[in-house]
């Protein structure tokens, strides 16, 4: 059994196998209940106290909701998804699916096939049972490009699906495909019947602990508990109150002052400096991977000697220092140590080494070069890009910042046109590989937001998707040793997402890919 540490977690070994079609453990799981926050600082206080029912918990978070984010990892929905909205499955800590909706599954045809059962007692916040149109509705919006959900790939393998009765639905895929459950973890199930609605937060009913009460667009969010829920007794709390605060300053000053119980999208640096007062902890789950795009048709990128010494020119390991107050791991792969594939060499194929990236921008004409930056307006986000101008400077090219929101960054990451070179996270690096590759803009085989395009690269990619657990490895190797090769893009810090809670909050989980569960949560 291969056994590691993980960068993001107190030092502990924890087991891994493989899953069903080659999935494996990416970390702090979640099944039914997810995992408990990492304490970091101010640990040794006693979480003995019995549960109690009732309460409010308070929400600050550094952007706004998007009910229309109900099927996609991204800050927009990551507080709120897994509240009113429940998965098929769900990974355990060990990454093996367990059910959640589904109560059990089976493939045939040589893994073209799955048949999945569902719960025959669980009624969506309308009242109506959920059923097997609501499942297939589900999965099939996840290929919709307007639900922006990073399993739109893999939903793109499903041939057709059909219901055999109101609570069994058949899949048949394309092929198989390695990566099937990642689809499931991000594929909320909604209803159907109202599922027009969903993008203007008017009618958001899914089957999950919390339901959707009321949203004022750029202020706040109200969910309030589903009496009907299929687990009994839970959830605890009987409100969330979300609001959008996002001045990183004030949303720690929010917590500090015992306005907000839980905070989001504070500055890693401000979080780790209020977890040293006892009244506070930090949550850490997953992985979001931190990296540069460069664009192959816009010079210098068009040079691959200039794309290979921004790897050596960036001082990764500044970076998680100053920037991710020392969590997380400076690292040249885009996926986390829990991806089988992962490999300690290709985590630092591109040390730093200024000399080296000065000589090569120099051998390809390319010193004095000046290249705008865009940067995702995240807090993290942008203080990364101020350490990597200052590194591109020190090594012969000029650097002019250019902040976007975050939801004009995704437009033009989405449409290929970005500025030359640009900064940005993803928050599916524990996600496997051929996942993170063939879901997202910046490594799509076709249509990437680099433009850069490949047969050799296309087949790399086909291969990783279909690999059979015995390639696996194999497989996700020669992605990375690909993929940097050609360094359209370069993999910086893999850092965990961030949670600040005050420690009244008892019980709080989140999944691998770090979206709160609060089922067991409660105040005290």
């Not at 010079?299 to 001082?315: L, S, W």
Request: net charge neutral.
């Amino acid at each position: 059994m291969d056994q590691r540490r993980s960068p993001h977690r107190a030092p502990s070994t924890i087991s891994r196998r493989t899953a069903l079609l080659g999935l494996t453990s990416v970390g702090c799981g979640a099944a039914l209940s997810g995992c408990r926050l990492a304490v970091d600082e101010a640990r040794g206080e006693s979480h003995g106290t019995a549960p109690r029912a009732g309460g409010t918990l308070t929400m600050a978070v550094n952007i706004d909701a998007d009910p229309a984010a109900a099927q996609s990892q991204l800050t927009s929905s990551i507080t709120w998804r897994r509240l009113v909205f429940e998965t098929l499955t769900a990974y355990d800590e060990n990454g093996i699916p367990q059910p959640q909706l589904a109560t059990g599954w089976e493939f045939s045809e040589g893994g073209r096939v799955l048949t999945l059962r569902l719960r025959p007692d669980v009624l969506l916040h309308s009242g109506r049972a959920v059923d097997a149109r609501d499942v297939i509705y589900s999965l099939g919006r996840t290929a919709d490009p307007d639900a922006r959900s990073q399993g739109r790939s893999i939903a793109s393998v499903i041939a057709d699906m059909t219901a055999d009765d109101p609570h069994t639905v058949r899949i048949r895929l394309q092929r198989p495909a390695s990566n099937l459950f990642d689809l499931f973890e991000l594929a909320s199930v909604i209803d159907h019947e109202s599922a027009n609605d969903l993008a203007r937060g008017t009618s958001v009913i899914g089957t999950g602990p919390f339901t959707w009460e009321s949203w004022t667009p750029g202020d706040s969010l109200h969910l309030t508990r589903n009496p009907h829920y299929r687990v009994p007794g839970r959830p605890y709390l009987d409100r969330i109150e979300q609001s959008t605060i996002i001045d990183p300053t004030a949303l720690v000053t929010a917590i500090r002052g015992g306005r907000a119980h839980v905070g989001y999208g504070s500055a890693p640096l401000d979080a780790k400096g209020l977890s040293a007062d006892g009244r506070f902890e930090i949550g850490l789950s997953a992985g979001a991977a931190y990296s540069l795009g460069l664009d192959v048709l816009a010079p210098p990128f068009t040079d691959i000697r200039v794309r290979q010494a921004i790897g050596y020119a960036i001082d990764r390991e500044r970076i998680r220092t100053q920037v991710f107050a020392g969590y997380g791991e400076a690292s040249s792969l885009w996926w986390t140590r829990n991806e089988p594939g992962w490999d300690e060499t290709q985590s630092t194929t591109y040390r730093y080494d200024p000399e080296l990236a000065r000589s090569m921008i120099a051998a390809a004409g390319a010193t004095g070069k000046r290249i705008v930056m865009d940067v995702r307006g995240l807090v993290s986000v942008r203080s990364m890009a101020e350490i990597v101008r200052y590194d591109l400077e020190a090594v012969g090219l000029g650097v002019q910042i250019q902040i976007l929101d975050s939801a004009t960054f995704d437009q033009r990451l989405a449409t290929g046109k970005l500025n030359p070179l640009w900064a940005t996270a993803f928050g599916i690096a524990d996600l496997g590989a051929a996942t993170l590759v063939s879901s997202i803009p910046p490594f799509l085989p076709s249509g990437n937001a680099s433009h850069f395009r490949a047969d050799a690269y296309q087949a790399i990619v086909h291969t990783a998707l279909t690999a059979p657990p015995d390639k696996r490895k194999a497989s996700v190797h020669a992605l990375g040793a690909y993929l940097q090769e050609q360094a359209f893009d370069h993999s910086l810090v893999v850092a965990p997402l961030m949670t600040l809670r005050s420690r009244r909050v008892r019980d709080a989980a989140q999944t691998r890919l770090g979206a709160l569960v609060l089922d067991n949560a409660y105040l005290v």
